[in-house]
């Protein structure tokens, strides 16, 4: 997945559109895996975004589709990557672990704004009100 986003700030904008619902965002910068490599000894999967609308509403973003325990340890990293405000989804986290999440996110300084969940798997959209 890094590697296809990786310079490609056209993916990033069609696949943050779809999944923010906003057709006419515009990503100004993407990085994959900005300085988060190998977190708890597994691989991270992340791409921290930023960019606006049309009516020049900002979006700052970073998307985590890993396992439970690295999205544990991301609650406490990514704030150095967010700005107040900022939106941090994460998927990837199986049903008995959605908790353990919700919990690490609140104490990161997280508002959980929506959790979605099919079958055992989980993704949670939080806004980080540092």
Known sequence: MRCLFKDNIPLAELVLRIITGKPDLVITDCQTQKDMKRLAGARS????????????????????????????????????????GGLFLASGIISERKDDVLAALAAGGFRVEEIRQKKDWVAVLSRYAG
């Not at 900002?58 to 998307?63: E, G, I, Q, W």
């Not at 985590?64 to 700005?83: C, F, G, H, S």
């Open 45 to 84: 999967i992340c791409l921290d975004a930023y960019g606006a609308d049309s009516s020049g509403k900002k979006y700052d973003m970073v998307f985590a589709n890993i396992v439970a325990d690295i999205v544990i340890a991301l609650t406490k990293q990514v704030p150095e990557y967010i700005r107040d």
